[in-house]
DNA sequence: TGTACATCAGTGAACGCGCGTTCACTGATGTAC
DNA sequence: TGTACATCAGTGAACGCGCGTTCACTGATGTAC
C-alpha cells in the first residue's frame, strides 16, 4: 500500500481528486469522465480500469464528500467532549464551510447523484455513519435541553433540513443583499441556528465576539 | 390576446408546458430543446422563434415556477387575513407541495438553473414579488409573537432555508424511514416547523387532527 | 369579393461538438525458476 | 543474475448518439387596394 506502485501509481485516487478540481473549475454541468481523464494526465478511457462507469465515478467522489464531512464531525464532537452547544454549532459550521469552500462537491455529495446507491456500499457505509453521527449529537442536544425534544429523527430533519437549505439559498445567491452585506457567514449562521435553539446565544463561543451588532 | 391564433396557435406557452412535461417525466438529466419541441409537436428549431436559447427556455420554465408559487401563497394570505399562524403554515405547504408534486420542475426553479438571471426580467420580478411575500409574511409573524424577533431577512433565511432543506431531504431520500414510516408529510413539516415557532402547535389548524401520534 | 403582396411561424437538412463506452493493442512491471 | 512468462495499467482508434444552433426555405395567414 505504498503511495507509488508502477505505472501511474494511484489513478484511481487521482481521479477522484482530478473530478474534485473539474467540479471546483467547470461545475456540475462541465463535469465529463473524458476532462476527468485529461486532467489526471491519462487517456479517456484509462479510467474504465478503476471505475465500471460514470455513475460509479460520481458515487465515488460523493463518498468522499461524505468522508470528509464525517471526519471533520467526528473530529469536532472530540474536541469538545462535554460541550453540546459548541459540537451543535461547529458541526452546522462543518457542514456549512464545506458548501462554501467546495460548492459543486458538496453538490454532487448531496444532492442525490448518484443514481442506484445501493450499489455502492462504500458510499452506503459513509452515510450512514454521517446520518448517525447527527442522530447522536441531536439527542445529546435535546438532553442538554437546547433544542425541543420530541422524536430524534424528525428533530434531525429540523436541524439538517435548515443548514442545507441555508447552504442552497446563499449558494444560489437567494439571501437579500441587507443580511449578506451586513454579516458574516458564520454570524448568519448562528444568528438562525437561534430560532430553533430555546435558549439563544449572544456570543460566538470561537471567539467571544457579540453576534448580530450588524457590521462585518 | 386570444387563446388561439394562426398557424400552431400559442407555440411559446406550449412550449412551457412540454418543458415542464419533460421534467416531470425525464428529470432535469433528460431535459433538452429538442425533446420539448417533440413533446409539442413541432420540428427541433421551432422554439427558435420563442426563445433566444435553451437558457432562455430554462428561464421560462423558472418564471412559471416561480409564478405558481407566489400566486398560491398569495391567495393562501387572503384566504387567512387575520390568521398569521395559518398564513405560515400554508405557505410552508405551498411551497413544500410544489417540490413533492413537481420535483424537477421545483428543481429548475428554486436551485439557480437560470445562469444570467438578470437578462430574464419577467423572472427577475417574479422572484422579488415571492421573496417580498415572504418577508412580509415574517414579518407579520414576528408582530404576532409567533417568531423570535431580530432583522427579518435573517428570520426569513431561517425558515426559507429550512423548508427547501426540508424538501430537499425528503426528495432526495435522505430522512430516516422511521420517520417517514410514522408521520405524514404534512405532518412532518408542522411538527419541525414547532421547533422554529416561539409556541409550538399541537393540532393541524386544517382539519383539527392531533400531531406527533405516531400514526400515519 | 378578388387579387397581389408582405409577414412570419414552422420546416428540414446540415454543421460541428463532446460525450460514454468498447476493444484490440502495447509495454512496463512483477514473478517463477 | 538471467531468462521466460503472466499480469494488468494505460493507449488510441473507432462507434454511435443526441445535442444546440444556423439557415435557406415553404406555405399559411393577414392586409391593402
Redesign the pocket.
Given at each position: 500500500m505504498g503511495t507509488k506502485?508502477?505505472?501511474?501509481?494511484d489513478?484511481?485516487n487521482a481521479l477522484i481528486q482530478a473530478g474534485i478540481k473539474i467540479l471546483a473549475e467547470e461545475g456540475i454541468e462541465?463535469?465529463?469522465?473524458?476532462?476527468v481523464?485529461r486532467e489526471a494526465?491519462?487517456?479517456?478511457?484509462?479510467?474504465?480500469?478503476?471505475f465500471a462507469?460514470?455513475?460509479a465515478m460520481i458515487a465515488a467522489i460523493s463518498t468522499d464528500g461524505y468522508r470528509k464531512v464525517y471526519e471533520r464531525i467526528i473530529n469536532v464532537v472530540e474536541q469538545f467532549p462535554d460541550d453540546p452547544l459548541r459540537q451543535f454549532i461547529e458541526t452546522a459550521w462543518v457542514y456549512v464551510s464545506f458548501g462554501f469552500d467546495e460548492p459543486d462537491h458538496f453538490k454532487i455529495t448531496f444532492s442525490g447523484s448518484v443514481e442506484r446507491e445501493r450499489e455502492y456500499p462504500a458510499l452506503v457505509e459513509m452515510t450512514s455513519k454521517t446520518f448517525d453521527a447527527l442522530r447522536q449529537l441531536i439527542i445529546r442536544c435535546q438532553q442538554a435541553d437546547l433544542i425541543d425534544r420530541g422524536e430524534p429523527d424528525l428533530a434531525a430533519v429540523t436541524v439538517w433540513g435548515f443548514v442545507h437549505g441555508f447552504v442552497h439559498l446563499i449558494q444560489e445567491g437567494m439571501v437579500s443583499h441587507i443580511v449578506t452585506n451586513r454579516y458574516s457567514r458564520r454570524e448568519m449562521l448562528i444568528l438562525s441556528l437561534n430560532h430553533i435553539l430555546k435558549t439563544p446565544i449572544t456570543k460566538d463561543p470561537q471567539d467571544d465576539s457579540p453576534l448580530g451588532s450588524g457590521t462585518k
Open positions: 506502485s508502477y505505472h501511474h501509481g489513478l484511481k462541465g463535469f465529463s469522465l473524458r476532462k481523464a494526465g491519462v487517456t479517456h478511457s484509462a479510467p474504465y480500469a478503476h462507469d460514470k455513475q
